[in-house]
């Protein structure tokens, strides 16, 4: 898919995914890259709990996505758990770009270049609107918890250290 003159192709393959899973609304620039959520939060003046990162684990070696609140660590005990007892690590560069075609920052919950089984913080749902990632860390897109759950048929789950 070639890069259309506005959207980077990394961007342009999120809102492909945005339409095919009935998504309405499209991704907006930050003026500064938001490779985390500190920055990503100051760039769209919200706090960083209402950062949806897309965090790329391995459950016994196969990928797995967790959207997490911004706001909290994941607890690797709780992911393990909502994966049957699963070995957890943290994916690395290649791992995440192989599994979701993204590169870390750009993690975007659709789009994916693999489905990926995926758990979705429960802590977002005190917010009327989150921000996820747009498939390029200078993009974001803003959506609500449900329609997170929806757009990735992901598992809302407690994930937050406590």
Same mark, same amino acid.
């Given at each position: 898919?070639?890069?259309?003159?506005?959207?980077?192709?990394?961007?342009?393959?999120?809102?492909?995914?945005?339409?095919?899973?009935?998504?309405?609304?499209?991704?907006?620039?930050?003026?500064?890259?938001?490779?985390?959520?500190?920055?990503?939060?100051?760039?769209?003046?919200?706090?960083?709990?209402?950062?949806?990162?897309? %965090? #790329?684990?391995? +459950?016994?070696?196969?990928?797995?996505? @967790?959207? /997490?609140? &911004? $706001? =909290?660590?994941?607890?690797?005990?709780?992911?393990?758990?909502?994966?049957?007892?699963?070995?957890?690590?943290?994916?690395?560069?290649?791992?995440?770009?192989?599994?979701?075609?993204?590169?870390?920052?750009?993690?975007?919950?659709?789009?994916?270049?693999?489905?990926?089984?995926? %758990? #979705?913080?429960? +802590?977002?749902?005190?917010?009327?609107? @989150?921000? /996820?990632? &747009? $498939? =390029?860390?200078?993009?974001?897109?803003?959506?609500?918890?449900?329609?997170?759950?929806?757009?990735?048929?992901?598992?809302?789950?407690?994930?937050?250290?406590?």
């Amino acid at each position: 898919m070639a890069a259309s003159p506005e959207y980077p192709e990394s961007v342009e393959r999120f809102r492909a995914g945005l339409r095919a899973c009935g998504a309405s609304g499209d991704p907006i620039k930050l003026d500064e890259n938001a490779h985390t959520a500190a920055a990503a939060a100051e760039g769209l003046g919200i706090t960083r709990a209402q950062i949806a990162n897309s %965090l #790329v684990f391995l +459950a016994d070696g196969k990928p797995v996505l @967790v959207m /997490s609140s &911004g $706001g =909290h660590r994941v607890d690797l005990e709780k992911i393990s758990a909502a994966f049957g007892g699963a070995a957890m690590t943290k994916a690395n560069a290649d791992d995440v770009r192989e599994a979701t075609g993204y590169v870390i920052g750009g993690v975007s919950p659709v789009g994916l270049t693999t489905e990926l089984p995926t %758990l #979705v913080d429960t +802590a977002l749902s005190e917010f009327s609107e @989150v921000w /996820s990632a &747009g $498939g =390029h860390p200078a993009w974001v897109y803003r959506t609500t918890f449900d329609e997170l759950v929806r757009m990735t048929g992901g598992v809302p789950t407690d994930v937050g250290e406590a």
